[in-house]
Nanobody, 124 residues
Framework: QVQLVESGGGLVQAGGSLRLSCAAS????????LGWFRQAPGKERELVSF????????YYTDSVKGRFTISRDNPKNTMYLQMSSLKPEDTAVYYC?????????????????WGQGTQVTVSS
């Protein structure tokens, strides 16, 4: 398995921006599909975005389309989530995840390596 560590979370006002990073160790990420999930208090973990191992396909849940951008830097073994126009409802713990499975669509159960999470809090 690959070890993942998220960073970049914090407190931001509504309308602001944050960039989350997910750094990997143990394995190269170049052959892994990568995803960002979030979990708000009292809610189930939600798939926010994923990017396939080639980077050719990305997915965004409807609530973040046009505001979040997922990207990967394989030489740096790092994935990013640029979040803009943040809203209070984006408040959650954000997790990155990786999988070697090659699919066109992914669900949480498809990912087998997870980070510890980073808190994002958006104040109104």
């Amino acid at each position: 398995q690959v070890q993942l560590v998220e960073s970049g979370g914090g407190l931001v006002q509504a309308g602001g921006s944050l960039r989350l990073s997910c750094a990997a160790s143990g394995r190269t990420l170049s052959s892994y599909a990568l995803g960002w999930f979030r979990q708000a208090p009292g809610k189930e973990r939600e798939l926010v975005s994923f990017i396939t191992w080639t980077g050719a396909r990305t997915y965004y849940t409807d609530s973040v389309k046009g505001r979040f951008t997922i990207s990967r830097d394989n030489p740096k073994n790092t994935m990013y989530l640029q979040m803009s126009s943040l809203k209070p409802e984006d408040t959650a713990v954000y997790y990155c995840a990786a999988t070697a499975k090659i699919y066109s669509n992914y669900h949480a159960s498809d990912f087998d390596s997870w980070g510890q999470g980073t808190q994002v809090t958006v104040s109104s």
